[in-house]
């Protein structure tokens, strides 16, 4: 090996940025944080800290790079260009690769840049033009200058150009960008939101700052209003008459947009066998591809569910009306009939038109307490034998379809979730929702159609849309690996088979929180998109999945059910409109996987902004904690019966300097040996808290005297909170809040 060569040791012990790099550009390869240390000479803590610090820099200016080994090495030369930014989750990129200073540059989706591409990641040099969106976010009017926090696409300072004529501290507004200078963006109030409770703006905030179509334009309206009123099944004769099969809706007790109903009964004449039917609304009857509704739903691409409120794909007269499928009403829908065997595996499927006529709109809760033997289904007494004949059935193929899924190994971890109490527009309680019997019996219902859709499709050589979930990446896999090492539990090296991982976090034990471990496992998963080439279905464990059963608010399922229509329309020697080609399809994924990835984040921005607006009255108050997260800048953690996760920051650990070690996820202090772990309990205080970011800062808790509910006492409001929240530490703060509704796949 060549030998090192040191840089000439200098009394000072400092060091510039040329001679760091001349340094490694001398060596044989890259260099370790310890070997930079013996290279440079720094021996004092003084002097370390300042190569930390220089190296950081060095790093955010694309100067030097560290690879996941965590050594130091210098990039390859790129040639400058010019690109626009573009968002992805929460990540910028730009000319395809990824900015690793989109913050330092304050950058926000549709700025244009001059960049360079070093091995694979680019570095901005300068802001050609800002983007003419204006910037949402939340005034402030402390102190003697006005600012705003942008929230959503954009969450950093945006200073003003001149005091706002309208608004007061806390309002949501819009701000026009037209500078920028030191401390990020500079803009123009031009608006102000207006809201009557806190759901109220967060909800707004969320369609404002993620840009969510919510008007319904005028072209819509006229194409709404040429829609019959209701469903006359004489005037479908073509289509199989299905009124008199006891199908029924099950849902959550607030939906409204009812789009699947099931029926299940044994086969005759064969041991072990079921039909299993599930019914979907056919939108596609009312919506045609480039129409007024359908071209507003592709910009919409999902239904955006909030606490309280929607913002539907289609309009309400189909999403709730028409296409909904209501109770002892005649509707149309687009069949999935199926037969299962004895192994829970669907060996025969049908798909076709009917008229169906759903005999009760049933909740999870209901039928769960049928199940369970406790109450009656709440079915008219004409319909209640053959209804609760069907249920019954719906378990037992429950009970199949769950064993198939087990053999293929199939994901499903121990997640915790929790459900929003609201009493005038504010959160009042937060618990914990329980996954029952009943919503697996409908997921598995409707992973059986989604599947046999896909399966049909490639039969009849008819592309669509696959909801594709790849394999998690290798270097993610790894480090999830060695935390289930350090929890006692083995995971072979290179096998990423869903059912590996499952087995695996089957076998954590007793003492462990095994929610911590499947969301740490949830976190290696790459995210499911959108593709018309098939990629399999990792989570589910399964070749070829799509979207079929929820058309009234996801547009894929639209796609695939046009799909199948058509196939129909061919067999049936009846000509239909043309379908999306390959190229189409690619570009409508890419559209969808989009627009479903912003209607989740507003959903949790909503969601964070009302657990920590719940928490406010609590800052300076105490709780028992666990730690749900560890990286390199602190900890997360969940504060014990609020299922609401805060930041804990390095650096209020203590005077110790912290090294993250990701293999056993844990904070480690350099001198005092003192570690911080995934699962360690801890005692600590809201110091902060701010609602519109969803971020709840939190420090260590001295060991006082707690008051009767297990707090300290003397809680922080009015000026005192303003106060420590002007005068907290600078620097990067993060937060976040756990718990997130679960909803049909």
């Known amino acids: 090996m060549p030998k090192r060569r040191k840089a000439p040791r200098k009394h000072s012990n400092r060091f510039t940025a040329t001679e760091i790099t001349t340094l490694l550009r001398e060596q044989a390869g890259p260099v370790s944080w310890r070997v930079l240390i013996d290279l440079t000479g720094a021996d004092e803590p003084r002097a370390i800290t300042q190569l930390r610090q220089m190296l950081k820099g060095l790093e955010r200016s694309g100067e030097l790079l560290r690879d996941h080994q965590g050594t130091y090495h210098l990039p390859d030369a790129g040639t400058a260009q010019e690109a626009l930014v573009e968002r992805n989750g929460k990540q910028f990129t730009a000319a395809g690769a990824v900015i690793e200073d989109a913050q330092r540059f304050s950058l926000r989706e549709g700025d244009a840049v001059e960049l360079r591409v070093v091995n694979g990641q680019a570095h901005v040099l300068r802001v050609i033009s800002h983007a003419d969106t204006p910037v949402t976010g939340v005034l402030r009017?402390?102190?003697?200058?006005?600012?705003?926090?942008?929230?959503?696409?954009?969450?950093?300072?945006?200073?003003?150009?001149?005091?706002?004529?309208?608004?007061?501290?806390?309002?949501?507004?819009?701000?026009?960008?037209?500078?920028?200078?030191?401390?990020?963006?500079?803009?123009?109030?031009?608006?102000?939101?207006?809201?009557?409770?806190?759901?109220?703006?967060?909800?707004?905030?969320a369609v404002a700052s993620a840009q969510i179509p919510h008007e319904w334009p005028e072209a819509v309206t006229a194409a709404v209003n040429k829609l019959p009123s209701s469903v006359n099944p004489k005037r479908h004769p073509q289509r199989e008459d299905l009124?008199?099969?006891?199908?029924?809706?099950?849902?959550?007790?607030?939906?409204?947009?009812?789009?699947?109903?099931?029926?299940?009964?044994?086969l005759p004449g064969k041991r072990g066998g079921f039909r299993l039917v599930v019914a979907i609304a056919d939108v596609g009857h009312y919506v045609k591809r480039g129409g007024a509704l359908d071209l507003e739903a592709?910009?919409?691409?999902?239904?955006?569910?909030?606490?309280?409120?929607?913002?539907?794909?289609?309009?309400?007269?189909?999403?709730?009306?028409?296409?909904?499928?209501?109770?002892?009403?005649?509707?149309?829908?687009?069949?999935?009939?199926?037969?299962?065997?004895?192994?829970?595996?669907?060996?025969?499927?049908?798909?076709?038109?009917?008229?169906i006529f759903s005999h009760a709109r049933l909740t999870y809760s209901q039928v769960q307490a049928f199940l369970e033997g406790t109450d009656e289904l709440p079915v008219e007494a004409a319909y209640a034998t053959q209804v609760g004949k069907s249920v019954q059935v719906l378990r037992q193929v429950y009970a199949l379809l769950r064993q198939a899924r087990e053999q293929r190994g199939a994901l499903d971890f121990a997640t915790r979730e929790a459900q929003l109490e609201l009493q005038a527009g504010r959160v009042i309680g937060v618990q914990p929702v329980e996954r029952l019997l009943a919503h697996q019996l409908i997921e598995e219902a409707m992973i059986a159609a989604n599947v046999s859709a896909a399966r049909y499709l490639e039969e009849h050589h008819t592309p669509a849309l696959y909801r594709v979930h790849e394999p998690p990446d290798p270097d993610k896999m790894e480090e999830l690996r060695h935390a289930l090492a350090y929890a006692g539990v083995r995971l072979a090296p290179g096998d990423v088979a869903p059912k590996a991982l499952q087995a695996a976090l089957g076998r954590l034990p007793q003492h462990a929180d095994q929610w911590l471990y499947a969301q740490l496992a949830l976190r290696t998963l790459q995210q499911a998109v959108y593709s018309p080439r098939n990629q399999g279905h990792y989570g589910l464990a399964l070749e070829r999945y799509m979207h079929f059963t929820s058309p009234i608010r996801r547009y894929p399922d639209l796609v695939v059910h046009r799909a199948i229509k058509a196939v129909l329309a061919k067999q049936a020697g009846i000509s239909a409109k043309r379908i999306p080609s390959l190229d189409e399809l690619h570009v409508l994924g890419e559209q969808c996987s989009s627009h479903e990835r912003r209607a989740e984040n507003?959903?949790?921005s909503v969601d964070a902004w009302l657990k920590c607006d719940y928490l406010l009255s609590e800052i300076g108050a105490r709780f028992d904690g666990v730690v749900a997260g560890v990286t390199e800048f602190g900890l997360f953690v969940e504060l014990q019966g609020y299922y609401v996760q805060g930041l804990l920051h390095i650096s209020n650990l203590g005077e110790d300097y912290y090294i993250f070690e990701p293999r056993t996820l844990a904070l480690v202090g350099e001198r005092s040996g003192r570690r911080f772990a995934l699962g360690d309990r801890l005692d600590v205080m809201i110091r902060d808290i701010d609602p519109p970011q969803g971020k709840i800062d939190l420090v260590l808790a001295q060991p006082t005297k707690r008051n009767k509910r297990g707090k300290q006492g003397g809680?922080?409001?009015?000026?005192?909170?303003?106060?420590?929240?002007?005068?907290?530490r600078k620097g990067e703060r993060q937060g976040g809040t756990g718990g997130q509704t679960r909803r049909k796949r």
């Not at 809680?715 to 907290?728: A, L, M, P, S």
């Open 298 to 355: 592709v910009q919409r691409g999902t239904s955006v569910y909030f606490p309280t409120t929607v913002i539907p794909m289609l309009p309400e007269h189909i999403s709730n009306g028409l296409c909904s499928l209501r109770p002892l009403t005649p509707r149309l829908s687009l069949v999935c009939d199926m037969q299962l065997d004895a192994h829970g595996q669907v060996d025969r499927y049908r798909f076709y038109e009917a008229v």
């Open 715 to 728: 809680k922080q409001k009015g000026e005192q909170r303003d106060k420590q929240r002007d005068q907290r």
């Open 141 to 205: 009017k402390r102190g003697r200058y006005p600012f705003v926090e942008g929230i959503g696409s954009y969450r950093g300072h945006v200073s003003l150009l001149e005091p706002p004529a309208q608004g007061e501290d806390g309002d949501t507004v819009h701000v026009r960008i037209v500078d920028r200078d030191r401390r990020g963006l500079v803009g123009i109030v031009e608006d102000v939101l207006e809201h009557t409770s806190v759901l109220e703006q967060a909800i707004a905030t």
């Open 602 to 604: 507003a959903g949790w």
């Open 243 to 266: 009124t008199a099969l006891p199908l029924v809706t099950i849902d959550g007790d607030s939906a409204q947009d009812f789009d699947d109903a099931v029926y299940a009964e044994p």
